[in-house]
T-cell receptor, first 117, second 115 residues
Framework: AQSVTQLDSHVSVSEGTPVLLRCNYS??????LFWYVQHPNKGLQLLLK??????LVKGINGFEAEFKKSETSFHLTKPSAHMSDAAEYFC???????????????FGKGTRLSVIA | SAVISQKPSRDICQRGTSLTIQCQVD?????MFWYRQQPGQSLTLIAT?????????ESGFVIDKFPISRPNLTFSTLTVSNMSPEDSSIYLC????????????FGPGTRLTVT
């Protein structure tokens, strides 16, 4: 069965320093991988997705992620954190049909990113 | 992407009552889904809302508890029936727009508290 493990429940960085949010996945097939961000009291926003094209994926707001099949990882990075990046980040995998016959999204437990001024 | 709205944005309900949540999209979409996010937890798929037919539920979710309607390609409702405090969660609608493959866009969510 597909699953996602976000290795850190909380990451705290100083403004202007790099961000690394770690994600490992388990999948029996060729997965699609996503990162979503959830700001307080707001909906989920798609940051970026990987679907078997380039392994380095660039997303919005300066974020990027690299798909490493050998390590079953899809870590999210950003060179320089901004205060507005403080939010909850979810790593998501999708690889096969659920009971519904559609490809479900399986969410990690989330990583809360705090940015310190 | 699609613009998705949900009503209500939040509600406080008494146990034993039911609440219907609406999801409206500004354009026709292929797929519509309902998720639950329990306090401090991640998202879990409840069901896929099928246009013109019964919704398809994931393991652990049943139609009697979470009836879903989708009368057209831009609108769906989720009802949380006979509520208990354990139903306190954020309920989110998501869609896959027409012409888009393997992506979902989420509404702002409905924060439900059951007392």
């Amino acid at each position: 069965a597909q699953s996602v493990t976000q290795l850190d429940s909380h990451v705290s960085v100083s403004e202007g320093t790099p961000v690394l949010l770690r994600c490992n996945y388990s999948s029996s097939y060729s997965p699609s991988l996503f990162w979503y961000v959830q700001h307080p009291n707001k909906g989920l926003q798609l940051l970026l997705k990987y679907t078997s094209a380039a392994t380095l994926v660039k997303g919005i707001n300066g974020f990027e992620a690299e798909f490493k099949k050998s390590e079953t990882s899809f870590h999210l990075t950003k060179p320089s954190a901004h205060m507005s990046d403080a939010a909850e980040y979810f790593c998501v995998v999708s690889d096969r049909a659920s009971l519904s016959g559609n490809t479900p999204l399986v969410f990690g437990k989330g990583t809360r990113l705090s940015v310190i001024a | 992407s699609a613009v998705i709205s949900q009503k209500p944005s939040r509600d406080i309900c008494q146990r034993g009552t039911s609440l219907t949540i609406q999801c409206q999209v500004d354009s026709q979409v292929t797929m519509m889904f309902w998720y639950r996010q329990q306090p401090g937890q991640s998202l879990t798929l409840i069901a896929t809302a099928n246009q013109g037919s019964e919704a398809t539920y994931e393991s652990g979710f049943v139609i009697d508890k979470f009836p879903i309607s989708r009368p057209n390609l831009t609108f769906s409702t989720l009802t949380v029936s006979n509520m208990s405090p354990e139903d306190s969660s954020i309920y989110l609608c998501s869609v896959t727009p027409t012409g888009v493959v393997n992506e979902q866009y989420f509404g702002p969510g409905t924060r439900l508290t059951v007392t």
